[in-house]
């Protein structure tokens, strides 16, 4: 089965500038997750997804961050306008209900770096 | 507030050594609890997981971890490492049934040759 698939890989982008990150979930996974990954902070919750709907976005840092899922197999993330402090590695996950619990699936990640 | 504590920021071990990475978590039932492992570079994978049952877990690569309630411990374990589990490793827990995952500030493994 193919992973969480998202693009781009690595974006270097200056200051003022939108940023739109994508993500491709693993088919049938039906939770949705988007981490943010800094040196400072570690890892973080930003927002997540099921069955489309976000359910709780209370990480996402402000209101320039926004995150969609218009369908089951893809996810955007955009910052509007980006900023020097949110250069990270942004990463997608997803996940499927089972009788096993929960496990999250991450992606490779998204390397953002705003300058 | 439930919190995952990885004592330890960097470990260095000599090829073919015993390993232990430490992980202590607070929460007041007993959560799920995760080790994953993140390659230079790349995304984060799962080693493991612990739901409910034996303590005992075994995962992928040769590691295993003990849950232990009385000490709030999910210490992750290989009896012998390789060169190439050099990498970082995370700890996270989540309150059973939800998908907030707490992770750990993670434990950078260097292996010596």
């Known amino acids: 089965d193919a992973g969480v698939i998202q693009s781009p890989r690595h974006e270097v982008t200056e200051m003022g500038q939108e940023v739109t990150l994508r993500c491709k979930p693993i088919s049938g996974h039906d939770y949705l997750f988007w981490y943010r990954q800094t040196m400072m902070r570690g890892l973080e919750l930003l927002i997540y997804f099921n069955n489309n709907v976000p359910i709780d976005d209370s990480g996402m840092p402000e209101d320039r961050f926004s995150a969609k899922m218009p369908n089951a197999s893809f996810s955007t993330l955009k910052i509007q306008p980006s900023e020097p402090r949110d250069s990270a590695v942004y990463f997608c996950?997803?996940?499927?209900?089972?009788?096993?619990?929960?496990?999250?699936?991450f992606g490779e990640g998204s390397w953002l770096t705003v300058v | 507030a439930q919190s995952v504590t990885q004592p330890d920021i960097h470990i260095t071990v000599s090829e073919g050594a015993s390993l232990e990475l430490r992980c202590n978590y607070s929460?007041?039932?007993?959560?799920?609890l995760f080790w994953y492992v993140q390659s230079p570079g790349q995304g984060l994978q799962l080693l493991l997981k612990y739901f409910s049952g034996d303590t005992l877990v075994q995962g992928i690569k040769g590691f295993e971890a003990e849950f232990k309630r009385s000490q709030s411990s999910f210490n992750l374990r290989k009896p012998s490492v390789h060169w190439s589990d050099a990498a970082e490793y995370f700890c996270a827990v989540a309150p059973s049934g939800t998908y907030k995952y707490i992770f750990g500030t993670g434990t950078r493994l260097k292996v010596l040759a």
């Open positions: 929460y007041g039932a007993t959560p799920y």
């Open positions: 996950a997803s996940s499927l209900v089972s009788l096993g619990g929960n496990t999250i699936y």
